[in-house]
């Protein structure tokens, strides 16, 4: 009596083992191929101008939005600036609503794709929520160029 | 007066909580009833006094007390009630106090209502549900002084961030942390388990109802939030896969997988020691959870300012209760004695499945939202994984899921035939079949996968109704029998059903936002008409408006359906000079069956939105200028939220089910197996 059930339990154990397997073999299986399409990186405007960040692949460019730079295309809800991180300076095209806390001489993050004239087409334009809050890419950039100067870490508030 | 008898509260708090974190453990190492009782007027005297504090903190928003650090920052005194209240808890330091206090709720809850839990299981509990307090008192006291003072006083206060000032997120918090520190509770009884050394089917049944709580909680403070994100950002979105959205999402997952455990656990005696591992597992993403948010290491747009030093107490507070209770857990687990055995097709390994894929998916997420982290830890690239990674890992991993739940509840505990099962389910799988038939003919777009997604809501739906219609011998019994088949179905089996067809309800929602909406961004002018999915908007003009802490400019859209007026849609952005900062208020209008969504940008040739002076949104107002408008039409999106709330009733009717509350378990294994239900 005692010797079935315990091969009972084991056999058990072994599905369930396999199962488990299976799954997270999937998963992985399923995170690796995702990680190489979806991964996207993270470049600052001096890549972009120093041509060390490929053309046409999802990407995230920070730094400040160069002052006098944004415009608004005339009959068209396509705005244009510039991201700077006081080294280099990208021009970005966008369409759509800026986020509230948009403006000029301010950190903003942008997803999009860059073409190969040199100019970025945003999908996507992040402001900070919050006034006090310096977006970690904006001060990454910064610090690469060299030009940070902020006296506290970003976002000291609190 | 106040601010200092709600600091000197804290304190108390934290005495209190170091002693009962001591002496009840002791005294149920002892066998000693005199230092065990202690355990509940310490929960209670904890729960006192951080609920004064609490109360003292509230009370200084309230009447503006600028002389309070905290209020200064957070509060204005032109602002309304309801978010002067909230501000209390929409910062740092009050949140937190927010989380002990409702640690030390869940302490006393525990000692009010486990009058049938044996003395030495629930005298342990409580002293480490208190460890927890201590823990997070103490980072209160030491880092997070919410009572302050400034002197001088300024004249007035800074203004909460206007994004906060919302009737949604005035309750997003606290559901939020319901559902985080209501797994502590379920981590306490773990770990008292793991020290007694013993699991079995009457502990899983004490468990549960506060697993059911905690991740009701936890699903509708996520749903508020999700809401929040849509209505207040403006961007007709209601989930981002953002960092902070699935440092909440890991804890639910977790939660749900253990919900399920427990029910093995408890009726036939078996997964114990994974339920225990899910247990700690959800409790350490709750932490993990707060760590993310709390200590600003986190790149996101949900991201508030936030002190770094706060992050590495929150990261010790996580490594100690991660680390000491995995250690205890790996030393005491292979102690306790395996239950009963099963087939792999059967109700259990159902459940099991469920477990897999849920642990899977939360690996899936957890990866993802850490992975940029560890990359820059080790100084590797800038990255960040957005949507589509998402996309790609979890949505495949819940596809299976999604069709095992109707499959599940049909099978029998121990073995089950997938055949039989099958038979049952051919209703449901004929339906689901005419749902997505049915959407192609409809849906003008073709779109193949979210006719597949709205065959398996329909599943998920139907076989939930089906299982219930079994159940109570619907169309096979007199009326009178079914009635009263359905008035003595257990609650547990109620809110199962409900839950698994809420679940439907959601992928629906989820489907039909993603698959079909519309978006139409363009300039208006005033007299201008366009069409959205259907609709005619007019454009009436902008005109001024003000609010009790805000100006606003409001645009107004008349909308018309087969030419009769349908709606007037008013969407605003705004100004809070006292923050400093602007908002967009989105305007809504819903059916239940499609939401019509517009904001409003900003004036053609503004060159610089928020410059020095009035913003050109503001002088604009009232002029013929053009504006960028953005619309949207949303199909199906109120089921999104109406799912996770039926999910919520669910989980609710099953917390009410009788044997949570009459029948003191038995510590006898048989004498705690049910027989009738289910």
Redesign the interface.
């Known amino acids: 009596m005692k010797l079935p059930k315990a091969r009972a339990a084991k056999r058990k154990r072994m599905a369930v083992l396999l199962l488990a397997m299976i799954g997270l073999g999937t998963a992985a299986a399923l995170t690796l191929t995702a990680f190489d399409d979806h991964l996207v990186f993270f470049r600052t405007p001096t890549d972009v101008a120093t041509h060390k960040a490929p053309l046409d692949r999802q990407m995230r460019i920070g730094g400040l939005v160069e002052e006098g730079s944004l415009e608004r295309v005339a009959g068209s809800t396509e705005v244009r600036f510039r991201v700077t991180d006081l080294e280099h300076a990208v021009p970005v095209v966008y369409r759509g609503v800026l986020p509230d806390l948009f403006r000029e001489g301010q950190g903003v993050v942008a997803n999009g794709k860059l073409a190969s004239n040199g100019v970025f087409t945003a999908s996507e334009v992040l402001a900070r929520h919050d006034e006090n809050y310096m977006p970690p890419e904006v001060a990454e950039a910064l610090k690469r160029s060299g030009r940070w100067q902020h006296t506290e870490p970003p976002g000291a508030k609190n | 007066m106040a601010p200092e008898l709600g600091h000197i509260a804290l304190i108390l708090a934290l005495c209190v909580a170091l002693i009962q974190s001591v002496l009840p453990l002791a005294g149920a190492q002892a066998r000693d009833p005199a230092l065990m009782a202690t355990a509940k007027p310490a929960a209670y005297a904890q729960f006192f006094l951080v609920a004064l504090a609490f109360g003292c903190l509230i009370y200084s928003f309230v009447v503006s007390d600028f002389t309070v650090e905290n209020v200064v920052?957070n509060s204005h005194s032109a602002k309304p009630m309801l978010y002067k209240v909230s501000g209390a808890w929409g910062?740092?330091?009050g949140s937190m106090v927010l989380w002990a206090l409702i640690l030390a709720l869940f302490g006393a809850a525990v000692a009010a209502f486990g009058r049938n839990l044996p003395p030495g299981l629930k005298a342990r509990t409580l002293s480490i549900q208190a460890m927890i307090g201590v823990a997070f008192l103490a980072f209160i006291v030491f880092t997070s002084n919410p009572f302050n003072r400034v002197f001088p006083p300024p004249p007035d206060g800074q203004d909460l961030?206007p994004?906060l000032q919302d009737p949604g997120l005035a309750f997003h918090p606290p559901l939020l942390y319901l559902g985080y520190v209501g797994f502590s509770i379920v981590f306490a009884f773990a770990m008292a388990a793991l020290i007694e050394g013993r699991v079995d089917a009457a502990w899983a049944r004490w468990v549960r109802p506060w697993t059911l709580a905690a991740w009701s909680a936890l699903t509708g403070g996520i749903a508020l939030g999700s809401w929040w994100a849509y209505y207040e950002l403006?961007w007709g979105g209601w989930w981002f896969w953002d960092p902070v959205e699935n440092a909440s999402f890991m804890p639910w997952l977790v939660g749900a997988a253990l919900l399920h455990s427990a029910i093995v656990a408890e009726k036939r005696d078996a997964l114990k020691t994974w339920t225990i591992l899910l247990a700690i597992l959800a409790f350490a993403l709750s932490l993990v959870g707060t760590f993310l948010v709390r200590s600003?290491i986190l790149?996101s747009?949900?991201?508030?300012?936030?002190?770094?030093k706060r992050g590495v107490f929150i990261l010790a507070i996580l490594i100690i209760a991660v680390g000491g209770s995995l250690a205890l857990y790996a030393w005491r687990a292979p102690m306790l004695k395996?239950g009963g055995?099963?087939?792999?097709i059967s109700r259990e390994g159902g459940l099991?499945?469920n477990n897999?894929?849920l642990?899977?998916?939360t690996?899936?997420v957890f990866?993802?939202t850490l992975?940029p982290l560890f990359l820059e830890a080790i100084g590797g690239?800038?990255?960040?994984?957005?949507p589509?990674?998402f996309n790609?890992?979890f949505v495949?991993?819940m596809v299976p899921l999604l069709i095992a739940v109707s499959f599940g509840p049909m099978m029998g505990w121990k073995r089950a035939e997938l055949g039989a099962v099958f038979q049952r389910l051919w209703v449901a799988l004929a339906l689901s079949l005419g749902v997505i038939l049915l959407t192609l003919a409809v849906d003008k777009t073709r779109h193949v996968l979210a006719a597949l997604a709205m065959g398996l809501a329909a599943w998920l739906i139907f076989g939930a109704l089906i299982e219930w219609a079994e159940r109570v011998k619907l169309f096979r019994a007199p009326l009178a029998t079914v009635w009263s088949r359905a008035v003595n179905l257990p609650r547990a089996a109620w809110g199962m059903t409900i839950a698994h067809a809420g679940l439907g309800l959601m992928v629906l929602g989820i489907t039909g936002s993603t698959a079909w909406q519309t978006e139409v961004?363009?300039?208006v002018r005033a007299g201008d008409a366009f069409d959205v999915a259907g609709y005619s908007f007019v454009f009436k003009g902008t005109q001024r408006q003000e609010g009790p802490n805000f100006i606003a400019t409001r645009a107004v859209f008349e909308v018309y359906k087969n030419e009769r007026l349908y709606a007037v849609m008013t969407p605003e952005?705004r100004l809070f000079p006292a923050?400093?900062?602007?908002?967009?208020e989105a305007s809504i209008r819903t059916n239940l069956l499609a939401d019509l969504y517009a904001?409003i940008?900003?004036p053609?040739?503004?060159?610089?939105?928020?410059?020095a002076g009035p913003p050109a949104f503001l002088t604009q107002a009232g002029q013929d200028v053009?504006w960028?408008a953005?619309i949207y039409h949303n199909p199906l999106v109120p089921w999104v939220w109406l799912g996770a709330l039926v999910m919520m009733i669910g989980a609710g009717v099953s917390l009410t089910d009788r044997r949570h509350r009459v029948g003191a378990p038995q510590r006898l294994p048989q004498a705690a197996l049910p027989t009738a239900a289910e």
């Open positions: 920052r910062n740092h330091e961030n994004l403006g600003g790149t747009v949900h991201a508030f300012a936030v002190d770094p395996a055995l099963f087939q792999p099991v499945l897999l894929l642990g899977t998916a690996a899936t990866i993802g992975y690239a800038k990255v960040s994984v957005g589509p990674f790609a890992t495949p991993l961004i363009r300039l952005k923050a400093g900062s602007t908002t967009t904001t940008g900003d053609e040739g503004a060159g610089q939105p928020g410059a053009a960028t953005r």
